[in-house]
């Protein structure tokens, strides 16, 4: 598996069980192994790299810590995404940066998906734009689009309903296509 990156690297169960028995060197090779792809999730939700780089050190505490309570019923990596995601809209929550919306506006979601329209593809900069969105939004996004996170699970995570998250993501899609719409500086030919 060395093509593999990020979280799709998977560790031999071998590894696990002698860092749960709290071998120094196979705690390590897991920090070595994930925490790359943690800092990205990280960074990709919270967009502030010192904050990201804390959230990542606060995990790989947690999973050192708790180790021995991963049951081997999924995928390794994927506890500690999970982790790594909990841990990073917790800190948000705690900035009290989040944009809360009501059920009221439920009703007013349309069906769309980011990755189905056009506008994406006339994008060259999506970082910077996902950077203009709220902290919210992007995390929403994020968990949702590229993590591959249920609407129910980051309900669950931000400690708020379902709806919260399809509607922060319906609007990260409209606030994401109305700054692919804006026309970008055009250079004006004139006389000389």
Same mark, same amino acid.
């Given at each position: ?11 031999? #169960?071998?590894?696990? #069980? ?48 708790? +180790? ?14 999970? +982790?790594? !995601? ?19 506006? +439920? ?5 769309? !998906? ?13 970082? !910077? ?16 689009? +590229? ?26 899609? /409209? ?6 719409? /804006? ?10």
């Amino acid at each position: 598996m060395a093509d593999s990156k990020g979280f799709s690297q998977q560790l031999p #169960k071998a590894v696990i #069980k002698a860092a749960k028995n709290g071998e120094i060197d196979a705690l390590e090779l897991i920090y070595r192994t994930y925490s790359d792809a943690a800092y990205t999730l990280a960074l990709r939700i919270c967009r502030e790299p010192s904050l990201a780089q804390d959230v990542v050190q606060d995990v790989f505490i947690k999973v050192m810590k708790s +180790i021995h309570s991963f049951r081997e019923e999924g995928a390794f990596a994927g506890w500690i995404r999970r +982790i790594v !995601s909990n841990e990073t809209i917790n800190r948000i929550r705690r900035q009290n940066h989040l944009q809360l919306v009501n059920d009221e506006q +439920i009703s007013n979601l349309a069906s769309e !998906s980011l990755f189905e329209q056009e506008w994406l593809m006339a994008t060259r900069d999506l970082d !910077s734009m996902l950077g203009k969105l709220t902290e919210s939004a992007r995390a929403v996004l994020v968990l949702h689009e +590229i993590e591959g996170y249920s609407h129910k699970e980051i309900g669950d995570m931000f400690e708020k309903s379902e709806s919260f998250s399809k509607v922060t993501l319906s609007r990260a899609y /409209k606030a994401l296509k109305k700054l692919a719409d /804006k026309p970008s500086s055009k250079i004006v030919s004139g006389n000389k």
